[in-house]
């Protein structure tokens, strides 16, 4: 009863629901004149035109009778101007009574009740307890991923949203989502912005300003975190009082340039572990190629681990046989030493790494540009605008002007001498589209590209990309990195780091017994109990009860995980 209450009252308060209901009411008004008018019609024609006498009962029952195309035949006119009247009468109740009627109604009521409904069904603040609560002031592309994450963690989040079908659609999508204006100070207080974890703003850079500013009206204190996409927006944002600046595209483009191995710096460094370091090299022009992992040599004489094997967009566990092909890019982990050890070893032979053609010049392409000139690559360019172009002159070695998908245009941008090509430009058809055609022209390219949507990751390896970064996870993984205050650790192709409590079905066996790696597709990091931390333990290892387990793998075989092992 309170919701219809309350539905009821934000009905009635709106200034259109009262316009809409006179004009409603004069439409009813005018249909009752002309049914009167009808009724006292056919008694004039009846008494005057046939010679019969009927009750008004009953000249208003001919009348609806006609009017709504029922038509019983019981009362008639044998006159020709009686059935001209009645065809009169037929066809303004067809126009009148079953056809404008319904359509005033819907338009006038019904639509405003249900909008009403709406309004009224999404949250417009959370309980007085709420705390350490996230807020994401816009469901975007990394919303999602956010907040699988979140809930991976069980941190409570909400997600503000205006438009009240939007709000009523990812309520019942099960989404936290709170009805609200994004820059407005009572939307906050309504969050309880000021118990809140952590504010992510990710909407445009002058609006997170406005977010910013907002917020520290409300909470002095507490943590925001703003995305942006124009370099000269960072001191802006700082000025409004955000703590922490995320140039999400820059760091997509640096993160696509690392994907390179070149020179003495062959390894990437993905984050750290404890006091571990995560990294992943390309066997590409590497004395590795063709050998298998225990061949390799690589635990013996570097003492760095493989836990796993990039093939084709997908994270294998790095099995002593499993052959390195010429497009693996093996993870490690080990100390900073024994990186450096692992890189004079990559460094036998020399990169014969050529001009990198980057195809699309935006924040993302130029922000890799940069990067790899840091190398001391060849760096060719390719965009279709030529305002971009004449804006990274200074960045690349050469700039064409020009359609990525037009064969002539690819070949002056200096396809032919490149032997890796990036892929950059926001929009995931179109470098689907340029990973076919750039491997049809060109069989033994490298392809490293990026995406914006998840769904389109296995689309992309399809179509011949050899590694794949989605902005979605990316931007996802530099929020929670700040909210569990530890570094980001960027995998790529939708890879993440699990914690988790040691399942208790799992306590006693070996990790070979358990069957993780076969059963789900994780690999398994490290097992963690208070005495002691194992990084990438042996199949022999027993799995200890009272100790977490940390998981390198997606959000799915997580959930499967769980499933099994619960």
Not at 378 to 390: E, Q
């Amino acid at each position: 009863m309170k919701f219809l209450a309350t539905q009821i009252t934000y009905f009635f308060q709106q200034n259109q629901t009262r316009q809409n209901l006179n004009a409603l009411l004069k439409y009813v008004l005018l249909l009752l004149a002309v049914i009167t008018i009808f009724t006292i019609l056919f008694h004039f024609l009846m008494f005057y035109a046939e010679g019969r006498d009927y009750s008004w009962i009953t000249g208003l029952y001919w009348t609806l009778t006609v009017m709504s195309t029922l038509g019983f035949g019981d009362i008639t006119f044998e006159s020709d101007i009686g059935r001209a009247f009645s065809i009169v009468v037929l066809l303004s109740g067809i126009i009148l009574l079953l056809i404008m009627l319904p359509f005033a109604f819907i338009r006038f009521f019904y639509a405003p009740w249900i909008e009403a409904q709406i309004h009224t069904q999404t949250p417009r603040e959370v309980s007085p307890d709420t705390e350490g609560h996230v807020i994401i002031c816009r469901y975007d592309s990394i919303a999602p991923n956010l907040i699988k994450r979140l809930n991976q963690h069980r941190i409570p989040y909400f997600v503000i949203e205006s438009d009240p079908v939007i709000a009523a659609q990812l309520f019942n999508d099960d989404i936290s989502v709170v009805q609200g204006e994004v820059d407005s100070r009572i939307t906050y207080e309504r969050l309880r912005v000021a118990k809140a974890r952590m504010v992510f703003a990710n909407v445009e850079d002058t609006v997170n300003t406005n977010i910013t500013l907002t917020i520290r009206e409300v909470a002095p204190n507490v943590s925001v975190a703003a995305t942006v996409s124009n370099n000269d927006s960072i001191d802006i944002l700082e000025l409004s009082g955000a703590t922490h600046i995320l140039p999400l595209k820059h760091d997509l483009g640096v993160q696509l340039a690392n994907r390179i191995s070149v020179g003495s710096d062959r390894t990437h460094l993905i984050g750290n572990f404890n006091d571990w370091q995560i990294v992943e090299f390309s066997v590409h022009d590497s004395p590795l190629k063709g050998r298998k992992i225990r061949e390799t040599g690589i635990r013996e004489l570097s003492g760095v681990s493989i836990i796993g094997i990039w093939e084709s967009g997908k994270l294998l566990p790095a099995e002593p046989n499993a052959e390195l092909s010429e497009s693996s890019i093996p993870v490690g982990v080990g100390t900073s030493e024994q990186v450096e050890k692992l890189n004079e070893m990559l460094e036998v032979t020399e990169s014969k790494t050529g001009a990198v053609l980057i195809l699309g010049g935006g924040r993302v392409g130029r922000a890799a540009a940069r990067e790899l000139k840091k190398k001391n690559l060849t760096v060719f360019m390719v965009d279709l605008n030529k305002d971009v172009c004449s804006n990274i002159n200074d960045i690349a070695d050469r700039v064409t002007v020009g359609d990525a998908a037009d064969r002539e245009t690819l070949m002056r941008g200096g396809l032919r001498e490149a032997s890796l090509v990036i892929l950059s430009t926001n929009n995931d058809a179109v470098n689907i589209y340029l990973s076919i055609y750039c491997r049809r022209l060109k069989p033994d390219l490298r392809i490293v590209s990026r995406i914006t949507h998840e769904r389109n990751l296995e689309a992309i390896h399809r179509a011949g990309a050899d590694f794949v970064l989605n902005y979605a996870p990316l931007g996802a993984e530099t929020v929670m990195s700040l909210i569990l205050g530890r570094e980001p650790v960027i995998f790529g192709e939708g890879i993440e780091m699990f914690k988790i409590r040691m399942p208790a079905r799992l306590a006693g066996m070996t990790l070979e017994e358990s069957r993780i790696g076969s059963l789900t597709g994780l690999i398994v990091l490290s097992i963690q109990t208070d005495d002691e931390n194992i990084i990438n333990p042996h199949p022999s290892t027993i799995l200890p009860l009272k100790s977490r387990i940390s998981l390198l793998g997606t959000g799915e075989q997580l959930e499967k995980l769980k499933l099994l092992f619960k």
